[in-house]
């Protein structure tokens, strides 16, 4: 406690006030004996009729709060209390809000995309900005080449590669094996290399490494470095770069795995998904396909042409329809492509690859079976001679060009459902502008029109392939999927695939050089 009269001389000091202010006394000038912040006017405080008002300050290593009481005779008396430890908590309290924070937009930031160039990116950036003077983040090597980014505060990311030894920087390469990070005070930062120093950083006065951790793998390392004029690095900013690293490891972990898994994924489903269709040995081919849901490439339809090895023999087509929809269809389809490629050998006995692919999914673990249709095709002068055969697959249906539109007479029992396949071919000769369809029902049973419920139906599907007379192959194709597309509108549907096949009219003139997508002239 100090008393001041009206000039601010000490008129009383207290024991515990000496010992906060040792040279205040009785008679002294307030001003000459504490501190600035104390003496200095104070501002009148609204609706208040006195100049006094409470203020802090430091003094020492100690902070205070003076808080004024004024006696009826005009002196004032100055009641001192030590604020440190409630400062202290306010700071600490209102730095680990802004930690919380800055942690929260990480996570956010990291997480809104599974690029892994971006999350790298974002990462040398958030801790060039809040945590050091420069970044640099250390990937995984390829080979002898680490990929590394770097970034200096307020500036962009920079991706490089260098063929460098980790054990060069203390630290490191347990950093990078995901070890427990060695405390910034065992680093010399005068021994780090050229290549972890951003051009133009300058000198360095404290590094910190930690790893970035992984799902099971760690994702790489994180380098922290302050300039030689700054503070170094404290064990509590250590310990905060970890948590960091560990959000930041943990979306480059995620988005190198899904990285990984794409790249996967697009490996297989190039092999899942159906292929390009042209023109071989004067036999015109055109498919297309559509899954059941629009965000997916595959499902459980079909098709494929297999040229024949020998000139003048004939290829074999290949379409069907596994029971389900989805990647297992999918996947199951995929099977039964692979046995069909194998039994090519025998592509001129229908009735004998469907036996042997009929007993092959019978012995394996899945219990889905397919429908399927067959059919060989040979150009002979000008016509086309085919062999149909379906396996519990709707019929092909022939368009003649003069409009007609006939049903092959070829049935068959399902593949992979009953111990004896049986079935009955069909031979059907296309003359120049004919054309044979092949599909799957999801073409026939598309609900929709009018009431949204309504099969497209065989009917309607034979009515719309009778406008097609003469058309060539692919461009029937295009005009069945545009009326199915009208016809379910944006609701559903089963997967959906076409294939036609024609004999070209002699005066049918191709695109240039005879090439348009997916056909081409043999």
């Known amino acids: 406690m100090l008393v001041a009269d009206r000039q601010a001389v000490l008129l009383a000091v207290n024991e515990a006030a000496s010992l906060i202010l040792p040279d205040a006394c009785p008679g002294s000038a307030l001003a000459d004996v504490a501190p600035a912040w104390l003496t200095a006017p104070p501002a009148r405080r609204p609706g208040v009729d006195v100049e006094y008002a409470t203020v802090q300050g430091p003094v020492a290593d100690r902070t205070y709060e003076a808080h004024p009481t004024v006696r009826d005779d005009g002196t004032v008396v100055w009641w001192l209390v030590d604020d440190t430890d409630h400062r202290l908590a306010r700071e600490a309290l209102l730095l680990e809000r802004e930690r919380t924070a800055f942690l929260t937009d990480a996570s956010n930031r990291l997480l809104s995309s599974l690029n ?49 030894d980790p054990r060069d920087v203390p630290g490191l390469a347990e950093a990078l094996q995901g070890f427990p990070p060695v405390p910034a005070r065992w680093i010399d930062p005068v021994a780090a290399p050229a290549w972890l120093v951003p051009e133009g950083f300058g000198a360095v006065g404290s590094i910190v490494i930690t790893p970035l951790p992984g799902q099971g793998v760690p994702a790489g390392a994180l380098v922290l470095l302050r300039r030689e004029s700054d503070t170094a690095f404290t064990e509590t900013e250590e310990v905060f770069a970890r948590l960091f690293a560990a959000r930041a490891g943990a979306a480059m972990s995620a988005a190198r795995l899904y990285a990984e898994q794409a790249s996967i994924s697009e ?256």
């Not at 983040?137 to 490089?160: M, N």
């Not at 390009?276 to 055109?286: K, M």
Request: aromatic letters at 4%.
């Open 116 to 164: 892994i160039e971006r999350c790298t990116d974002v990462t040398t950036m958030m801790a060039a900005e809040h945590l050091a003077d420069a970044a640099v983040v250390i990937a995984p090597a390829h080979g002898r080449e680490f990929p590394v980014v770097s970034c200096l505060r307020g500036g962009t990311p920079v991706a490089s590669r260098v063929p460098a």
């Open 267 to 522: 490996t297989l489903m190039r092999d899942l998904l159906p292929p390009s269709l042209h023109q071989v040995a004067g036999v015109e081919y055109a498919g297309g396909y559509r899954p059941s849901k629009d965000h997916e490439r595959i499902g459980g339809d079909f098709y494929d042409v297999h040229p024949s090895a020998v000139e003048g023999d004939a290829s074999l087509v290949v379409l069907g329809d596994v029971c389900g929809k989805g990647l297992e269809a999918a996947v199951m389809a995929g099977k039964i492509r692979n046995t069909m490629h194998a039994l090519l050998p025998m592509a001129g006995d229908h009735h004998r690859m469907l036996t042997l692919l009929n007993t092959s999914l019978l012995n394996t673990r899945n219990a889905r079976f397919a429908t399927m249709v067959l059919a060989s095709a040979r150009r002979r002068g000008n016509s086309v001679h085919m062999r149909l055969t379906s396996a519990g697959h709707p019929a092909p249906l022939i368009v003649r060009s003069g409009g007609g539109v006939e049903e092959a007479p070829t049935r068959g029992s399902l593949v992979g459902a009953l111990p004896h396949f049986t079935a009955v071919g069909a031979d059907v000769t296309l003359a120049p502008g004919d054309a044979c369809v092949l599909y799957t029902d999801g073409i026939s049973e598309a609900r929709g029109g009018p009431t949204g419920g309504a099969e497209f139906g065989e009917e309607r599907l034979r009515h719309a392939l009778s406008t097609c007379a003469g058309m060539p192959a692919e461009a029937i194709v295009e005009r069945v999927q545009m009326l199915t597309s009208q016809w379910v509108a944006g609701g559903q549907h089963d997967d959906m695939a076409i294939v036609v096949i024609s004999a070209p009219r002699n005066e049918h003139l191709s695109a240039v050089d005879g090439h348009t997508r997916g056909r081409f002239t043999a």
